[in-house]
């Protein structure tokens, strides 16, 4: 009795939102994700500028592992924080922070597995991506490097979700912002100040994975809240169900992967490495301008796992509605802005006139017309892995990122060439809302958010 009481006094999870404290809630969430689209960002913008746009190529190889290594860990902390969140709200709270330090145990386990195959692997895995003789040097240094961190880079990920799900958001916004901000600092100084090349930007971004990871350890050893590190239960159910239940998000960064993949072959095939910077570009630029959509589906997550959790469903519908226009006003805005910016995008990259730039100035032309639509998709499958649904997230995560890209890039390029590409994206978000909203409209008296 006193366990639930005091859950729902400490909780911020627990209050009765308005669309103003809902965005105060996720807004340092979204602030967090944006500034990790910017120190990205950064990072290509150093390897274009300050080594050249053969590096720069490089890096979008190298990509798919950097999916895989992000997708492990988005899938234990996304699926993971929905069980903690969902039994917190049960007034759970014991079973609920050793569950959490059981997700964060198999989390640093798979980091070392990661890194130890990887680094054994290293060369098969750059050719099998497709790399040039001319690609295959920067591939390997940058690789080798950021395959030492995984560990940190699957900590970061964890802390990024649970520290939210801890009630402490604006804590991970201060984190994420100052760890860009360090790994932007140590990139130009390696690149740029001591000549280091791409194995400077690689070494940058491990040191950046480090503070969340070193800082997130500290803070749930000492935490005195609802979510701390206490002795775990070894139930393989809940890594299971962390697993299965997160899965859509492991999918959507496997499918980023061999998207890249297609891309880079592709890009390869119609214009060489110019062809390969050029997306390259397109791609961090998407990720920067979808860091909204993305900022504001985790920050809401937990908060629709607590209600669901609790049973309050008059909440939950008044969130979800929230949710849907706040998504559909930011969709109509990113659009204009990357309708109205595309040049000068494009140019922080690479110089107005070079090969690159007029590549990659044609994709903008076409390639946003993908915001109107991929936000509801991104929302739409972070709400059912808040569900605990983990099959039908799934589902929507693939055919967005994975099926109807890979097809698109398998069939227009050989009508339409280079346009082929750019349409390729914009063709998928398309066919998925219509799924998203097929799942909404089906699942509603289910969850009872509508």
């Known amino acids: 009795m006193s366990d639930t009481f005091s859950e729902s006094v400490e909780n911020p999870l627990s209050q009765n939102f308005t669309m103003g404290s809902l965005l105060r809630f996720a807004f340092p969430t979204i602030v967090m994700m944006i500034f990790m689209g910017l120190y990205t960002i950064g ?26 290594i992000v997708g492990l860990g988005a899938m234990l902390a996304t699926g993971g924080s929905a069980i903690v969140a969902r039994k917190m709200g049960e007034g759970k709270a014991k079973r609920a922070s050793q569950d959490f330090t059981l997700i964060v145990m198999a989390g640093m386990i798979l980091g070392v597995a990661v890194a130890i195959f990887g680094s054994l692997l290293i060369d098969k895995i750059i050719w099998g991506l497709g790399a040039s003789d001319l690609l ?23 802390f990024q979700n649970l520290i939210v799900t801890a009630g402490k958001p604006n804590f991970g916004m201060i984190l994420s912002i100052s760890a860009g901000a360090i790994n932007v600092l140590f990139d130009y100084t390696f690149v740029v100040l001591m000549d280091m090349g791409i194995a400077g930007s690689a070494l940058g971004t491990g040191i950046g994975y480090m503070l969340p990871t070193v800082i997130g350890l500290l803070f749930f050893v000492r935490s005195k809240g609802t979510l701390r590190f206490q002795k775990p239960i070894m139930d393989f159910k809940v890594l299971w169900e962390s697993g299965s239940n997160g899965f859509s998000e492991m999918v959507s960064q496997i499918a980023t992967a061999v998207t890249t ?19 390259t570009i397109i ?7 979808t860091t909204l ?11 629709i796992s607590y209600n669901f959790g609790s049973k309050d469903y008059d909440r939950l519908k008044k969130i979800f509605r929230m949710c849907l226009f706040f998504i559909c006003a930011v969709s109509i805005l990113v659009f204009a802005i990357a309708m109205l910016l595309g040049s000068p995008l494009v140019s922080v990259f690479s110089a107005k006139g070079t090969p690159v730039f007029q590549i990659a100035r044609q994709g903008f032309l076409i390639f946003p017309i993908s915001f109107l639509f991929c936000g509801f998709n991104i929302f739409a499958s ?47 978000e398309l066919l998925t809302i219509l799924i998203s909203l097929f799942f909404i409209l089906k699942n509603k008296r289910v969850y009872h958010y509508l």
Do not use: H
């Open 43 to 68: 990072d290509t913008i150093i390897i274009s500028r300050f080594v050249n746009t053969d590096a720069l190529s490089a890096l979008n190889i190298v990509t798919p592992v950097i999916n895989v």
């Open 136 to 158: 295959f040097p920067y591939c390997r240094k940058y690789l080798f490097i950021l395959l030492l961190f995984t560990p940190a880079s699957m900590m970061q990920v964890l």
């Open 382 to 428: 972070a709400t059912f892995t808040a569900l605990s649904n983990g099959k039908v997230s799934a589902i929507i995560s693939t055919l967005r990122t994975f099926v109807f890209i890979s097809a698109a890039l398998l069939i227009f390029p050989q009508i339409f060439g280079v346009v082929g590409v750019w349409i390729a994206v914009p063709l998928a």
């Open 293 to 303: 959509y993305i900022g504001f589906s985790m920050g809401v997550a937990p908060i």
């Open 283 to 289: 791609i961090y630029t998407q990720f920067l301008l």
């Open 261 to 279: 993949f297609l891309f880079n072959i592709m890009m390869m095939k119609l214009l060489g490495e110019d062809g390969v910077a050029a997306i």
